[in-house]
Every structure is written in structure tokens, then in C-alpha cells.
């Protein structure tokens, strides 16, 4: 269709490195769309004839029901899926359709297709983000008063409760959902009309094809119109950030399940076997999640690096934006529905994390508060003196709580005996009443709260 210009065709590996049908057919739906859109244009402004804007979008639908059904013939010698709909629809009907590419270029053309389809992207991933969120605050409100470790450098560190760690992964999904919708506004702006480069000669109405897609408005610089993709880039980091989340979570549910925590269990639903270890039951969904992360950070560098140098405007290295931006959404969507069957389905063993959560003095600092609120010890001094108890007990291999009040009084003679009411794990959990702390009375307040915004 671009052929005027030469005398031969193109090699064998030109045609290979050159065509993207293989990929951008992904986005027909939106291509048809973005031409119905721009034909009606077309004939609102008496740039073609209304005959032939009828037959256009006569053909455009007959097309759509082909791809659609399956029976759409994708030929790689017409390079991409512009080419490809324009060749079916000039079958269909005849020199009308030679009119349809009137005032627009394949540039504007690839970059409205392209953001009507990472548009849609987002959409369905903030669904898919909703819907683990939701997972999530079931298990919180299953949970409030479930007792766990909680850790810092994976050592034991103060208990919480299970809901109050649920909810964390609910907060940073919500920023998750948070950078999507930026980056689905920032990017709700048409290129169409923007023709290859620096606009068109012919009367178009910019506004009418830009209203008719469910954009904004139309971008107002043509250069930038057809050049810019850091709309892509700002989604694939977007689903770069969401992946390291799901990747954290994962990591917790690997650890979880496995006997040295017994937190969790899987159901067969989400584990597998091992083709010589009968016993085994591999938590491999969510391996397959942690490991996912790294193709979502490269889809974002891959990117980067195919436009830190490239001069405006459009250039065809602009093909290789496709690929990254499939593969992120396809991989963060399956990350996504994977991960909410675990947390859905998995089941709690509160004996274990409750067992766990009383290993390693999780109450020293529940002591040295303790110290600083009743006998009024500058914190610095009363963590000193905290230390030390710790250290006794260790030396007598014996829980904090246990510690006899004559031991602890050796190191501080200000002790008393109602220091035992703040150093159970129990005790602990329950004083933590700031506001985004584990007391379970303001974890129901989280979930309340959750509850709501996500009703």
C-alpha cells in the first residue's frame, strides 16, 4: 500500500524484521474503532461523501465480526494490523474505502489505537487489584485477633495481628490502583489528526473523533502527538511497582506454608508435586508470581531504552513499544488472578503463628515502655535495662513473661510485679492503640474503613 515510491519489494529479511502483525493484531478492535471514528469525522465535515462513509463503516463492522469470530485472514506481507484492515475493507467495499486514510497517517493512527488499548489495560487491572484487596480484607476481618510475629530484618521483632498484616498489602495495592488511574488520565488525550507529523491540510474536526473514543480532548502538539509513548512507559512502571508488591506477598506465602512456619496452607488448587519427592507440596503459584516481577522490570527498562534516544518525531524503533506493553498487562493480570485464588483459598493455622509470635522476647519493648510510662526511666535508660532482662532470660532459657521479678529486680530494682500485665503477646497486640497500630480495636476500624471504600 506504500509501494508508489518503489520499483521492487522488499527481502525476504527486511519483510521479517519490518512486519509486527504477529503482535499489533492484538489491537484490531481498537484500530476499527479509532477508523470508524475518524470516517464519520470525515463525513461530518464534507471531506468524503456520505455514500462512502456508510460503505466504509458497513465494512469496518463486517470486519469486526470477522476478527472477532476467528475467521479474519492476517496476511504478514501486509506488515500490520492498519494495513491489514484497510486491505479486508477495500474487498468489502471497493474505492470507498481508499478514502478512509484521508487526513490521518499510520503514526496517529498506531498511537490513538495504542492508547485506547493500554486505557483499557488499566481498567481491567484496577479490577483485578479491587478484587485482591477485597480477598485481603476478608482474611483481615477473619483475622483481627489472630496473633502473629511480626518481624524486622526477618527476626522477631513486637507481635501484631493477622488482619493488621493483610491490610498493609491492602494500602499498598491501593497505591497501585492509585498510579494506574494517574496514568489512565494523564493519558486520556487523541491523537488522531495529528497525520504523520505536523497535522493536516484537510478540515478535520479534532474534537468530534476525540469526543467519539471516550478521550478528553485531542493532544495539542502534532510532533508530540505521534512521538510520545511515556504514557506506555508510565503504566509498565506502574505494573513494575504492583509486581514487586505481588512478588512481597508471594515471598511471605513461600515462606508461610513451608514447615520451618507453618502459618499457611495451600489447597491443591494452588500447589504442586515433585516428580520424585512424594511428600512435597510446592507453593509453585506463588514462586511463579516472585519470579514474574523480573520480566515486568524488564518490559519497563526495555522500553526506556528504546526511547532515550530517539529524535522527534516518530520513528519505527516505536514498533517495539508493543510487545513490553502486552506482556506487562498480560503477566500483571495473571500475577493478579493468581494471587487472589491463594489469599482467598489459603487456610491460617493461628496455633502456629501464635506459637511463633512468643519466640525471641517480642515484649522486650512493651518492658522498656513499660520502665518509661510507670517509673517514669528515660526510654534510653529503660532500653538498657530491658536489654539486660533480655539477656538474663536468654541466659535461663525462659520466655520474657517468665522471667522470676526477683531476677528482673536484680537488674532494676524499681520493678514491680505489674510489670507481668504488659508482657504477654496478648498484652502487647492490645496496647498498640495509635492510630495504624495492630490493638485489634483499631484493626476493626481499618477494616470498617476498607469496607467502605471499597464497597
Not at 56 to 80: C, K, N, P, Y
Not at 174 to 194: I, Y
Not at 243 to 260: C, D, K, N, Q
Not at 316 to 342: H, I, N, P, R, S
Request: proline share 3%; hydrophobic share 50%.
Amino acid at each position: 500500500m506504500w509501494g508508489g515510491r518503489f520499483a521492487g519489494g522488499p527481502a525476504a529479511l527486511m519483510e521479517e524484521i519490518n512486519a509486527s502483525i504477529a503482535f499489533d493484531k492484538r489491537l484490531a478492535q481498537e484500530d476499527i474503532a479509532g477508523s470508524r471514528a475518524h470516517a464519520e469525522m470525515l463525513v461530518a465535515q464534507g471531506i468524503i461523501a456520505r455514500e462512502d462513509g456508510a460503505a466504509i463503516l458497513e465494512g469496518l463492522g463486517r470486519i469486526a465480526v470477522e476478527i472477532a469470530s476467528g475467521q479474519f485472514v492476517f496476511r504478514r506481507e501486509l506488515e500490520d494490523i492498519h494495513l491489514n484492515i484497510e486491505s479486508r475493507l477495500a474487498e468489502i467495499a471497493g474505492d470507498a474505502a481508499g478514502r478512509l486514510h484521508t487526513a490521518r497517517s499510520r503514526n496517529d493512527q498506531v498511537a490513538t489505537d495504542l492508547r485506547l488499548w493500554t486505557r483499557a489495560a488499566c481498567g481491567r487491572i484496577d479490577a483485578a487489584l479491587l478484587a485482591l484487596q477485597r480477598a485481603l480484607l476478608g482474611q483481615a476481618e477473619a483475622h483481627a485477633e489472630t496473633i502473629m510475629p511480626g518481624f524486622t530484618h526477618m527476626q522477631p521483632a513486637q507481635p501484631v495481628v493477622f488482619g493488621h498484616h493483610c491490610l498493609a498489602y491492602v494500602e499498598m495495592f491501593a497505591r497501585d490502583r492509585g498510579r494506574f488511574a494517574d496514568t489512565r488520565t494523564r493519558m486520556n488525550e487523541c491523537p488522531l489528526g495529528a497525520a504523520a507529523l505536523a497535522g493536516t491540510s484537510f478540515p478535520i474536526d479534532r474534537q468530534y473523533t476525540a469526543q467519539a473514543l471516550g478521550f478528553a480532548e485531542p493532544m495539542r502538539n502534532s510532533l508530540d502527538a505521534v512521538s510520545a509513548r511515556d504514557f506506555a512507559l508510565e503504566f509498565l512502571a506502574a505494573a513494575a511497582i504492583a509486581g514487586t508488591h505481588l512478588s512481597r506477598l508471594a515471598e511471605e506465602i513461600a515462606l508461610w506454608v513451608s514447615p520451618a512456619f507453618g502459618f499457611l496452607k495451600l489447597s491443591d488448587a494452588w500447589s504442586t508435586g515433585s516428580s520424585i519427592m512424594p511428600q512435597k507440596r510446592n507453593p509453585d503459584a506463588a514462586e511463579l508470581v516472585r519470579g514474574k516481577t523480573g520480566r515486568l522490570l524488564g518490559d519497563f527498562v526495555a522500553l526506556t531504552m528504546v526511547l532515550k534516544g530517539l529524535a522527534l518525531a516518530y520513528a519505527k524503533d516505536l514498533q517495539e513499544d508493543k510487545e513490553a506493553l502486552f506482556d506487562a498487562a498480560d503477566t500483571v493480570e495473571l500475577c493478579l488472578a493468581a494471587t487472589t485464588g491463594m489469599v482467598s483459598d489459603w487456610s491460617v493455622n493461628r496455633d502456629a503463628m501464635r506459637m511463633r509470635a512468643q519466640a525471641g522476647f517480642p515484649t522486650a519493648t512493651d518492658l522498656a515502655d513499660w520502665l518509661t510510662r510507670v517509673k517514669a526511666i528515660p526510654f534510653r535508660a529503660a532500653h538498657r535495662i530491658a536489654g539486660a532482662i533480655v539477656k538474663r532470660a536468654d541466659e535461663l532459657n525462659l520466655a520474657l513473661e517468665k522471667v522470676p521479678l526477683a531476677e528482673m529486680q536484680k537488674i532494676e530494682p524499681a520493678i514491680t510485679a505489674d510489670v507481668f500485665d504488659v508482657l504477654s503477646v496478648a498484652a502487647s497486640v492490645h496496647s498498640r492503640q495509635s492510630f495504624g497500630g495492630t490493638a485489634p480495636s483499631r484493626v476493626r476500624e481499618q477494616i470498617q474503613y476498607w469496607r467502605e471504600k471499597l464497597a
